[in-house]
C-alpha cells in the first residue's frame, strides 16, 4: 500500500496582532525643550502603522518650514526641511488630531512639541577682564565661550584648530585649546612688557562645531604692571652685615641689564661687580674691595632702571639700608667684671659686638691663674 504523507508538525505563524485603539506617539526626536543644530530633522514615533497621508495633512510647524517627509518604517514619520533653519529661533511642531493610524482611527488628542535652535557663537568671559590694571607680565590670556569651538582633542594634538586672540602689540608665546571652549595664550620666558597696555581681539567669523558664527569682533584691553623691587637682601635697616656679602635685589619681571646695573649705587660709593640670575629676575651686586666697617650704607635702584622689553621703567626710586659689622669689640662678659660668680657657675662667657673669627679668639684669652684644663665653645 502507498506510504502515508506524515502530519506536519511546524507552528503555524499567529496573525500579526491589529491595535484597536487610538495611535499616540512614544517619541520624539529631538525632545521637547531640546536645543538643536540649524541643520536638524524631526522625527516622530507612533505606537503602531499610520495612515501617512492622514499624518502628512496634519502635520503642521511653525515658523513655517518647507520639507519633504519619509517613513522608515510604517509607525515613523522624518521631516527634513529643505534648508537650515533660523538661528536662535523656537520652532513648534504639531501633528493635529485628524492623524489616523491604518486601521482608520483617528489620534485622541493633537501632539506637539518644542524646539529651540542654536543661537550665534558668543564670547562670555575674558581673563584678564576689559580695563584691568597691573597685570603680572607673567601671566596668561583666557577666552572662554559658551559652547565648544574645537573638538575634544588632546594638548599634543591641536595642530590646525583655530588661534583666536589677536594681541597688539604681539607678543611672543603660545596657545592653546584647553577645553573644547576654552582658549588660553601664555606670553613666552620674556612675558609681557611691563607698563604696557595691550589690546586683545576675537575677530568675527570664528565657528563652532555647529557652524555657528562670532556675528562680530570682540574687542578689551588691560594694562600689565611697571617694574618693581620686590626684595633687597641684605633687608632694610640690617646690622652686623659682613662687608663682602653680596647684596641681592629681586624683581618682579626681567629686567634689562644695562639701564639696571646703572641705576643700581651704594652710598657711600662703592664699587660693585653684577651677576644676573633667574631669568635676569634676580641681580647680584658684590664689592669689589669690601665695605667700610661699622659704615651705615644706603642701596638706591634708580628709576632709569628698564624692564627687559625696555618698554617700562621701575615705577619709582627704591632704597635700603644697611649697617655693616663693627670693629672688633667685647660687648659684656658674664660674670661681669669685678662681679662675685655664683658657687654652681663653671666658666665665663664673653660676647662680641660683630662676628668673630674664632680661630683668632682662642689663643688670646689669659686666665690668670691658668686652670689645669679648659673647654671653648662657640
Known amino acids: 500500500p502507498p506510504t502515508a504523507e ?80 533660523k538661528r536662535s529661533a523656537q520652532y513648534r511642531v504639531r501633528i493635529e488630531e485628524s492623524a489616523a493610524a491604518e486601521t482608520g482611527i483617528n489620534l485622541e488628542e493633537p501632539f506637539e512639541f518644542l524646539s529651540t535652535t542654536v543661537g550665534d557663537l558668543v564670547l562670555n568671559q575674558t581673563i584678564p577682564e576689559d580695563g584691568t590694571q597691573n597685570v603680572q607680565t607673567g601671566g596668561a590670556v583666557t577666552v572662554v565661550f559658551n559652547r565648544p569651538v574645537v573638538p575634544l582633542t588632546s594638548s599634543g594634538k591641536q595642530a590646525g584648530l583655530p588661534q583666536p ?18 582658549y588660553r595664550f601664555e606670553p613666552g620666558p620674556d612675558g609681557f612688557a611691563g607698563g604696557t597696555t595691550y589690546r586683545a581681539t576675537v575677530e568675527a567669523g570664528l565657528t563652532d562645531v555647529t557652524g555657528a558664527e562670532l556675528p562680530s569682533s570682540v574687542s578689551w584691553q588691560f ?94 626710586t627704591g632704597t635700603s639700608t644697611f649697617t655693616t659689622v663693627p670693629f672688633p669689640a667685647i660687648k659684656r662678659t658674664h660674670p661681669a667684671n669685678g662681679a662675685e660668680a655664683d658657687p654652681w657657675q663653671r666658666g665665663v662667657s664673653i660676647e662680641f659686638v660683630s662676628p668673630m673669627d674664632m680661630e683668632t679668639v682662642e689663643d688670646r684669652i689669659i686666665i690668670d691663674p691658668q686652670p689645669e684644663e679648659v673647654d671653648y665653645f662657640y
Not at 508538525?9 to 496573525?15: G, K, L, N, R, S
Open 223 to 316: 594694562t600689565t604692571q611697571n617694574p618693581d623691587v620686590l626684595m633687597v637682601s641684605p633687608p632694610h635697616k640690617a646690622s652686623l652685615v659682613p662687608p663682602t656679602r653680596p647684596i641681592s635685589i629681586t624683581f618682579n619681571m626681567p629686567m634689562d641689564r644695562a639701564s639696571t646695573e646703572g641705576a643700581v649705587s651704594l652710598s657711600p660709593s662703592a664699587a660693585l661687580d653684577f651677576e644676573w640670575q633667574e631669568e635676569d629676575r634676580l641681580l647680584v651686586a658684590t664689592p669689589q674691595d669690601g665695605l667700610d666697617l661699622a659704615t651705615q650704607y644706603e642701596l638706591t635702584v634708580g628709576q632709569s632702571a628698564l624692564s627687559a622689553s625696555g618698554q617700562a621703567s621701575l615705577g619709582k
Open 165 to 182: 586672540l589677536i594681541l597688539d602689540p604681539v607678543v611672543e608665546g603660545e596657545g592653546n585649546w584647553v577645553s573644547t571652549s576654552i
Open 6 to 85: 506524515p502530519e506536519s508538525t511546524a507552528t503555524p505563524e499567529p496573525e500579526p496582532l491589529k491595535a484597536d485603539w487610538p495611535p499616540q506617539v512614544v517619541a520624539s526626536d529631538p525632545v521637547s525643550g531640546e536645543e538643536v543644530p540649524v541643520d536638524s530633522a524631526f522625527t516622530i514615533r507612533f505606537d503602531q502603522p499610520m495612515d501617512q497621508a492622514t499624518v502628512e495633512e496634519a502635520w503642521d510647524i511653525k515658523p513655517v518650514v518647507d520639507g519633504r517627509f519619509e517613513w522608515p518604517r510604517p509607525d515613523t514619520v522624518l521631516f527634513t526641511p529643505q534648508q537650515d533653519l
